[in-house]
Structure formats: structure tokens, C-alpha cells
């Protein structure tokens, strides 16, 4: 319908429609003085429905939506059990959607649990204050659709002569910055203690926005539209949950009212498309970097606990318990009695490290002449080789080092570069380790892998009645040390036990699959005590063969937590998988349109697979494309993948019979490492076709990739050159949401992660060092709230980017922090009717003639 003037009839409908000819004109008049002739309501005249100029249908742009005020915009203070604190922002853009607008509500602040919550509103600020923020806000936001409520304070704080003339030195500047923007001024809300000021203040605003009206609504230079909060239609008391705040219904109330002040603007044609910003606005803000540390800030929880370990499948082996066996003499020889005897391994035979033996060796202190005796198994041993005295695997490689400490304290080391089968190891060329620590002689220095990674770590001890031990990770990617890492923070990373003497300490594994003893004891090592029996001459040695056949201490109930969407919802299940390969699955219950943020029980009925194969080879991820996370099994020698594809649907699991991919052998044979999550092996879509990649990690981080095509698979060579970062702590996920599956790498000991977002295969020609892939520098995007190695990164909120959880190692109960975008785009439940109450602009109350 065209619009007509209408003039000052508008104002019993409860609403002034105005042209501001210029932003900066002048008030014909003295606005803080109430003006009979504009409060004559008996002289208007009622229109059909309440409806000034038609309700007219959505347009083919974006409401690009500014927000106004103060805490009743917010939506905070919500009455009690309002949790959500959305206000009317949320009823307002769903009866907008709903109607068929596009709509992004802007603004430098986020408020309540809404998808697309920004707002510009923080409580108990004035009119002033509010117009110093929007002095910056707006220029970056460029609202063309301005809803303000704002004065409440003013009325509060006693400042109610002039709030008329701030409010429009605000709106002057809203129209300086978005010329072309409508705005949309609602009077005050009903305040039980303050009412005559709120009276005086409304006085005040109808009388401004008559001030701005024009005589020519066809084509206004700057558009101004009063929505009237105080005709009737809101209640005080009913409508309030406090002296000034709605409760939800009078939020609702709220929300009627906007839009049918927005209906009749857009009737006007006063709606234009917004300007060009420095973002997009988009239906679906399902796709942005992560923001650092925004997980912290969630509304709907920083930390919400999703997991509780309810269910007897989730289950550890119990305390530890030691047994062992008496095995007799093994071992028979005359030796010296300045000799000692040590156990190292130095032998490559094949085997996977947890199965390998030490040797037996001799040390002369007299003569520094050292004897090897190969073990053979069974408690066999070869004649002493000699070569001309401490062991430990330095390096990771799984072969213990020649390590020699100074009087300082300086540990020198030569590493063990014997190749497989080679029956005489060989060493390399002896370097310094790294520089001593000041004051912490040879005789207090220990050797042991504090962190279990497999490398040995550099420990010394302070005593003086009592023993503390303070030790430095041994970061090395390399023969050498990267960098040293103090593993206590300062302090002492085992406090005193009360022993008193230094001369006993030794560090060590007491079982298994708690890391691997590489230092002064061994953890698989078949042999677990030397026992010398004679004096003068030592030449028997008798063994206790180690029997813990796992009784206890070798898993824990967290270890077995994984992710991954199997029943194609958009939210990753919940998976659980025993250290002998019996995967649990337990399906998420949220769906899109009855997300509930895990405020409810999550997971269903479990499902179970055996696959017969260790924890350590399985992975989760959707190998063919289907949108259904299958269970993945590698290889730990020859790296082909045998895979159980998902036949899943909502509410019922199932998989497919145990398939090979042949063309997988031979393509990552680099295994697993000591630590739980250092593996070679990763599957993740990197090129967005929806099937996992096969990706292969060296200990350094330099990555290769067979891409799983629809056509087959295809080795691509190098995707990342190395950035001397460890193998166990990275991670794969789509962190920004598009659809591309992003580095990860979170800090072994504070948590904190950056993300390598993936930016696409490399162009033909371009030099991107050797790979193939192209990835942007790291991103600071998760602050850590655990370790590393306890942070796991699914998909939970059902909008395809990677949250944080993190997993209880020893209870397995789990936490999710959200991965929250700029607000923006539907909320889950997708585009509903509010059903907010009919709207009828009601009779404009009268004014107060005599001020307070």
C-alpha cells in the first residue's frame, strides 16, 4: 500500500511516524515542556486493525538489527528461573524469520543463550553512555534498523530534565554514521518507583519524534518510528517481575510490539538493504574462526558436564596389585667387585617396544670397561661382548643411549644408532646433553621418563633432612633435547618421602602400560629385582619374572573416551572403547529441533562391537562419505586399515562385517609411540568431500596424506612440513565450520591450543614448501583447562565445528566447553512461529502536566 501523511493522526495509534529533514535540525520547540496541542488526542482519528500502512511482505535483504539500551534490552535481570536471558530479542527475530526476513542482530556485545544474541546494551547505563558506544559501534555494524529502548537509568538517577535532548543527540549521530537506517524509539516502560519521571521522560520522546516528523512520508531523508510501551498493553504488576524488569510474558508483550512497528515501516518502504561492512551477514553463522577463549563465555555454560561414567562398560582394571615369580639363577659369572651391573636395552629384534628385553650389562669402574650380554629370551644370555655408566633411551627411538655424567652434573650422551638384528650395538659421537643445574653435583642427579613419553627426562635432587625431586622434560624431536621443560613449574615434581638418604633414590615404572622405564628401572622389562648373593666376588644373579597378567593400575576409565557422529544426527556420539577393542557406542539424543544444550540426558541405549584388535589401532571417523562415523583399525606394522562401516540410522546402530583397504598397506608404517595418543596414524577430511583422509605423522610433525577419494585412494606425499611440535600432541577437527578439517595442537601440560586452519590444496606452481596442502599460521583459539592429553575436540552443538571436552582421566566423567561464533543464524530448532499475543496500538496515556 502507498504510504499516506497522516501527521499527527498517528499519535492514537501509539506510535509517531516523523521525516527528519536534517539530522542536526533544531526542536521548533522546547520538547521538556509538555505542548497541549500535540497530546489532543480526542482530534485522532482510528484506523482499520491499528494499521497505519498495511503490513507489506519480507524483503530480499537483510534486517541488519541494532539493539538499544540498557538492561531491559539485555534481558537481564530476567525474572527468576529465566535462565536464558534472551529478553524480546529472541521472540522479536523469530516472528521476523517466521515472516520470511533474513535477519542478523548486531552489536559489539552478546547476550542470553540466543544463536545470533548480539546486542549493544549493558545494564544501568544512560542515555549518555549509550550514545558514547555508539559513536564506535555503529561504524563497524552499520545497523539499518535501529531499536531503541533507553532512559530507564535516566529516570532512576533523577536526570530527567534534558533526556529528550540527549536522545536526540544520539539519534542525530545514528543518522550521521546510517544515513539511510530507520529507527524505531519506544517510550519507557512502567517503573513502580519512579513512574512520574518515566511519565515526564515519554512526555519528552513523543514530543522529539514529532520534532523530527516531516510533511512528506514518501520520501523522508531519515526515519523515525515511536513504538508505545505504555498504552495498556504491558501491565504493571502483571507483565513485571520486579519494579522495572518484564517477566517473559512481558518480554513477549515487548516483542509484539516491535513488530508491528517494524511491520509498518517496512509497509512505509522506509527498509533499505544494509551497507557494506566488514562482515557477512549470512542465514546461518555456522562457519568463523574461533575466537580465544570464547568457549570461557558461553551462554549456555562455560562448563557443562555431559559425561558421568554411569554405565559398567566404562570401567578401569582396578588398583594396582604387584606379583611376581621366583625364576631361579639365570645368570653365572666371576667379576670384579668394583663392577656394576645394569639393565639397557640395545638390541633391535623387531619386536613392538612393549615386548622388547634388556641386556645384561657390566660396568668396571676400575677399568671403565663395559661387558654386554645379549638376552635371548627365557632368561638366556650371550657371552659378554665388550666395548670400551648410565643407559636410557635419550632419544625415543627405543634403544637405550650411553649417557655419561660429569662431576657437575653435566650428562653427556652417545646415542645407540644399531640397526635391526645388529647382535654388537654401536654408538655415535658423544655430545652434552644439556647444561647442569647450579648447585646439583653428579651425585644428585636422577634419570627417569617423568612424562612417559619415552624419552628419558633430566631429575635432581635436594636433600637435607628431607628428599625433593625436581625434573626437566626432555622435548626432544630429535637426537637432541628441543628444549627443556621444568616439569614441576618451580617446584618439586615428588615431594619428601622422609628416607633422609639421597643414595637410594632411583626412578622408575612399577607397571604396566603407565609409560615405558627407560632410566634406572625397566617397566616391561621381564626382569624387575637383581639380587647379588655372595660377598667379595658377585657372580650369581637370581630373577623375579614380573606376572602382573593385568592386575590393575594399567588402564584408566578415561583412556577410552572417543567421538563421532554414527547415527548421521549432526551430533557426535558418545564412544567408548575397552582396551581390548570392544567399541560402546552410546547415540546423542539432541536433534536439531529439541536442543537442549545437554541440559537433559544425552545418550542412548548402547550399542556394542567387537573388533578383536586393541584400543591403540582403532579410530573413529567417516571413511566413506556417508555422514556416519565408521570404526577405523590400522595396522601397527604395515599401516593397511581394515574398516566396520556404519549402517546406522537415528535411534538404531548398526555396522557393516570388518572390510581391508589393500591399498592402504605400506602407506604409514611408523605404528604408535609410548604415550596414549602419540600414534602415527589420523583420519580427517582435509579436502571437504565428507570421507576421511588417511594422514601420517612422523615424530617431528612433518605430515603425509593419502586422500580417500570417491574414486579410490590417492598418496598426495607431504602436507605439512614439520614445526618442531610433537607428534602425541596434535590433533585433527573442523574448528571453523567449513566443512575442512583443521591442525590442532594443544600444550602437553597447560591445555592451551592453537588451531592450523586448513586453507586448501596447494595451487599448481606455488611454493609452499614442499607440501602439498596449505594451512594458516597457529591461532590461539582454546584456553586450556586440563592437560593436553585429557582435551578432546567433537562436534556437539549440532553446527559442524569442533567443541573442547574434557575428560576425567581416571573417572571419565567429561565437560563441554562450546565453540561459540560472533553470534548469528538460527538457533537449532530452526525458523518457529513465537506466537506472540496480538497487538492493538492502544490509547497513548496522558501526560504530566507539571514537572517533579
Known amino acids: 500500500m502507498k504510504p499516506v501523511n497522516i501527521g499527527i493522526s498517528a499519535l492514537k495509534l501509539g506510535i ?23 497530546l489532543d488526542h480526542r482530534q485522532l482519528l482510528p484506523r482499520s486493525g491499528g494499521n497505519l500502512a498495511g503490513r507489506a511482505e519480507a524483503r530480499d535483504f537483510f534486517l541488519r538489527i541494532m539493539p538499544v539500551g540498557a538492561s531491559i534490552v539485555r534481558g537481564d535481570s530476567a525474572e527468576p528461573g529465566d535462565t536464558d536471558k534472551n529478553g524480546f530479542r529472541k521472540a522479536v527475530r523469530d516472528k521476523l524469520r517466521w515472516d520470511g526476513w533474513k535477519v542478523n542482530m548486531v552489536g559489539s556485545l552478546s547476550g542470553g543463550t540466543m544463536a545470533d544474541n548480539n546486542v549493544e546494551a549493558i545494564p544501568g547505563e544512560r542515555i549518555d553512555q549509550i550514545h558514547t558506544r555508539l559513536r564506535t559501534t555503529a561504524p563497524v555494524w552499520q545497523p539499518n534498523l535501529y531499536l531503541i529502548n533507553a532512559g530507564t537509568n535516566d529516570a532512576s538517577q533523577d536526570m530527567v530534565a534534558g533526556a529528550g535532548e540527549r536522545m536526540k543527540a544520539m539519534i ?24 512520574p519521571r518515566v511519565v515526564q521522560i515519554n512526555d519528552q520522546y513523543r514530543r522529539l519524534v514529532k520534532s523530527y516528523q516531516g510533511g512528506d512520508l514518501e520520501k523522508p531523508t531519515a526515519k523515525v518510528f515511536l513504538a508505545e510501551m505504555q498504552d495498556d498493553f504491558l501491565k504493571f504488576p502483571e507483565d513485571f517481575h520486579d519494579p522495572l524488569h518484564p517477566n517473559r510474558g512481558g518480554f513477549r508483550k515487548m516483542a509484539a510490539v516491535w513488530v508491528w512497528a517494524i511491520d509498518q515501516v517496512n509497509g512505509l518502504n522506509w527498509l533499505n538493504a544494509p551497507k557494506a561492512a566488514g562482515f557477512t551477514d549470512d542465514e546461518g553463522k555456522t562457519m568463523c574462526k574461533k575466537e580465544p577463549g570464547s568457549e570461557l563465555n558461553h551462554p549456555h555454560g562455560s562448563e557443562v558436564k555431559l559425561l558421568f561414567a554411569g554405565d559398567s562398560t566404562i570401567r578401569d582394571d582396578g588398583v594396582y596389585k604387584q606379583s611376581s615369580q621366583e625364576r631361579g639363577v639365570v645368570w653365572k659369572n666371576k667379576v670384579s667387585n668394583e663392577t656394576e651391573m645394569y639393565w639397557a636395552h640395545f638390541i633391535d629384534s623387531g619386536l613392538p617396544r612393549e615386548q622388547v628385553l634388556d641386556e645384561l650389562v657390566l660396568i668396571n669402574r676400575d677399568t671403565d670397561r663395559i661387558d654386554i650380554h645379549i638376552n635371548r629370551g627365557d632368561g638366556k644370555f650371550d657371552a659378554g661382548v665388550r666395548t670400551s655408566i648410565h643407559f636410557g633411551d635419550v632419544n625415543g627411538d627405543g634403544l637405550d643411549d650411553y649417557i655419561c655424567i660429569a662431576s657437575d652434573g653435566t650428562p653427556f650422551v652417545a646415542i645407540n644408532n644399531s640397526t635391526r638384528q645388529q647382535t654388537v650395538p654401536s654408538f655415535g659421537v658423544v655430545f652434552k646433553w644439556r647444561d647442569p643445574i647450579v648447585g646439583y653435583a653428579q651425585d644428585r642427579v636422577r634419570l627417569g621418563d617423568i612424562d612417559g613419553d619415552g624419552r628419558l627426562d633430566y631429575c635432581v635432587i635436594r636433600d637435607g633432612g628431607n628428599i625433593h625431586i625436581k625434573c626437566y ?5 630429535g637426537n637432541e633435547a628441543a628444549y627443556w621443560q621444568d616439569l614441576g613449574s618451580g617446584g618439586p615434581v615428588f615431594s619428601a618421602k622422609d628416607m633422609g638418604d639421597i643414595r637410594g633414590v632411583r626412578l622408575g615404572v612399577t607397571h604396566p602400560d603407565i609409560g615405558e622405564g627407560i632410566g634406572d628401572t625397566r617397566e616391561r622389562a621381564k626382569f624387575g629385582r ?41 551430533f557426535d556420539d558418545y564412544i567408548w572403547i575397552s582396551a581390548f577393542g570392544e567399541v560402546t557406542i552410546f547415540p546423542n539424543k539432541a536433534r536439531a529441533n529439541s536442543f537442549d544444550w545437554y541440559k537433559s540426558v544425552a545418550w542412548g541405549s548402547t550399542t556394542l562391537v567387537k573388533t578383536g584388535v586393541t584400543r591403540r589401532a582403532l579410530h573413529i571417523a567417516d571413511w566413506n562419505g556417508d555422514g556416519k562415523a565408521d570404526i577405523i583399525a590400522v595396522d601397527r606394522v604395515s599401516g593397511e586399515l581394515t574398516v566396520w562401516l556404519s549402517t546406522s540410522e537415528p535411534g538404531k546402530v548398526s555396522f557393516q562385517d570388518a572390510k581391508k583397504y589393500s591399498d592402504t598397506k605400506g602407506f604409514c608404517t611408523l605404528g604408535w609411540g609410548v604415550l596414549y ?76 591450543t592453537n588451531v592450523f586452519y586448513n586453507e586448501g590444496k596447494t595451487a599448481p606452481g606455488e611454493s609452499n614448501a614442499g607440501s602439498a596442502w596449505k594451512w594458516g599460521r597457529p591461532a590461539n583459539a582454546f584456553k586450556g583447562t586440563s592437560r593436553g592429553s585429557n582435551l578432546q575436540f567433537p562436534s556437539l552443538s549440532g ?46 496515556p496522558e501526560t504530566v502536566s507539571s514537572p517533579l
Open 677 to 752: 595418543y602419540d600414534t602415527s596414524h589420523h583420519f580427517a577430511d582435509i579436502n571437504g568431500d565428507g570421507r576421511a583422509d588417511y594422514i601420517c605423522i612422523q615424530h617431528n610433525g612433518l605430515m603425509h596424506a593419502m586422500l580417500h577419494l570417491a574414486t579410490g585412494t590417492t598418496a598426495i606425499g607431504q602436507i605439512n612440513y614439520t614445526k618442531n611440535l610433537e607428534r602425541a600432541d596434535f590433533r585433527f577437527a573442523d574448528v571453523n565450520g567449513d566443512g575442512l578439517s583443521d591442525i590442532i595442537h594443544s600444550d602437553r601440560f597447560t591445555g592451551n
Open 530 to 570: 637383581v639380587f647379588n648373593k655372595r660377598d667379595g666376588f658377585r657372580d650369581v644373579i637370581s630373577i623375579w619374572e614380573n606376572v602382573n597378567g593385568g592386575n590393575g593400575g594399567r588402564w584408566q576409565k578415561g583412556d577410552g573416551a572417543r567421538w563421532g557422529d554414527v547415527t548421521g544426527t549432526g
Open 172 to 195: 542525530d549521530t545514528i543518522f550521521s554514521i546510517t544515513p539511510d537506517a530507520t529507527v524505531i524509539l519506544s517510550t519507557l516502560l512502567h517503573h513502580r518507583d519512579f513512574q
Open 799 to 844: 553446527q559442524g565445528r569442533a567443541d573442547m571436552v574434557e575428560i576425567n582421566p581416571n573417572t571419565a566423567h567429561g565437560w563441554v566447553f562450546f565453540n561459540t561464533c560472533p553470534a548469528g543464524g538460527d538457533d537449532p530448532e530452526g525458523v518457529l512461529d513465537p506466537s506472540l499475543p496480538p497487538y492493538t496500538p492502544g490509547k497513548t
Open 16 to 38: 509517531f511516524i516523523v521525516n527528519l529533514t536534517q539530522a542536526a535540525t533544531a526542536f521548533s520547540h522546547d520538547i521538556d515542556t509538555p505542548n497541549e496541542d500535540l
Open 473 to 477: 622434560r626432555n622435548g626432544g624431536l
